[in-house]
């Protein structure tokens, strides 16, 4: 017990694994308009620095320009 457990589902994130020009075209999304890994980390740590009783069971963090 006391083992909480959540999911962070990320948008459009500028990486490594998704850069050039053939990504963001894919989605019809700039990849000036991609998350940062910086927004991502806020996420994650809203998640975890919930009080005890607090689950936080899912983040869905999205760019606006992202529509699915």
């Avoid at 850069?19 to 963001?24: F, H, L, N, V």
Wanted: charged letters at 15%.
């Amino acid at each position: 017990m006391g083992v909480r457990v959540g999911l962070i589902e990320p948008g459009m994130t500028v990486t490594e694994m998704a850069t050039g020009p053939g990504a963001a075209a894919a989605r019809g999304v700039p990849q000036n308009a991609w998350l940062h890994a910086e927004d991502i980390a806020r996420a994650i740590t809203f998640m975890i620095t919930q009080p005890p009783h607090v689950a936080v069971n899912e983040i869905m963090v999205r760019p606006t320009a992202q529509e699915h």
